[in-house]
T-cell receptor
Framework: NAGVMQNPRHLVRRRGQEARLRCSPMKGHSHVYWYRQLPEEGLKFMVYLQKENIIDESGMPKERFSAEFPKEGPSILRIQQVVRGDSAAYFC????????????FGSGTRLTVV | KNEVEQSPQNLTAQEGEFITINCSYSVGISALHWLQQHPGGGIVSLFMLSSGKKKHGRLIATINIQEKHSSLHITASHPRDSAVYICAVNPSGSRLTFGEGTQLTVNP
């Protein structure tokens, strides 16, 4: 039973390009969370999704960022027209349910914008 | 002021020492989590607590809901325990709010 799978592990993009980060939750987990860790900073919540629904996107920047979790396939965090300030580690976590359940984290995607 | 405060920010210990990392929070929560992050690595969930105390191997986590405080203890510390330890809480809904982390270095 594989854990939370994130890919790619490392992603380099030039300013203005698009970045697509993928997260496959653990088997049986229908709740996915995306968190961002800027250099030398703590983790910050971005978005919470269930299958085909965005539950809470209050941590997402208003522009250029979007997330989805389709009925089939992984959750995708998409960053359009990347800027240097988007360089960070992006972590995905999954859970089988709500607050009473623990979380399993992926290994993260390290995005570098050059 | 952050909703979750950890202390100390940095901690250096000698192998074998008993280590304590503290976490205080200022909001009502349903659970508190302790996480471990190795340099360049992923995040591992160590404990989820809503009351009392939990133990796993050499790690012990306690929480005092009334005082809004939790501690993570490591007994007989080892260099492989060197990592960042992060306290996180569920203040509302099921998303997590994180402390800034404690960088632990255990020297042989």
């Amino acid at each position: 039973n594989a854990g939370v799978m994130q890919n790619p592990r490392h992603l380099v993009r030039r300013r203005g390009q698009e970045a697509r980060l993928r997260c496959s939750p653990m088997k049986g987990h229908s709740h996915v969370y995306w968190y961002r860790q800027l250099p030398e900073e703590g983790l910050k919540f971005m978005v919470y999704l269930q299958k085909e629904n965005i539950i809470d996107e209050s941590g997402m920047p208003k522009e250029r960022f979007s997330a989805e979790f389709p009925k089939e396939g992984p959750s995708i965090l998409r960053i359009q027209q990347v800027v240097r300030g988007d360089s960070a580690a992006y972590f995905c976590a999954s859970s089988p349910g709500g607050v009473d359940y623990g979380y399993t984290f992926g290994s993260g995607t390290r995005l570098t914008v050059v | 002021k952050n909703e979750v405060e950890q202390s100390p920010q940095n901690l250096t210990a000698q192998e074998g020492e008993f280590i304590t990392i503290n976490c205080s929070y200022s909001v009502g929560i349903s659970a508190l989590h302790w996480l471990q992050q190795h340099p360049g690595g992923g995040i591992v969930s160590l404990f989820m607590l809503s009351s009392g105390k939990k133990k796993h191997g050499r790690l012990i986590a306690t929480i005092n809901i009334q005082e809004k405080h939790s501690s993570l203890h490591i007994t007989a510390s080892h260099p492989r325990d060197s990592a960042v330890y992060i306290c996180a809480v569920n203040p509302s809904g099921s998303r997590l709010t994180f402390g800034e982390g404690t960088q632990l270095t255990v020297n042989p």
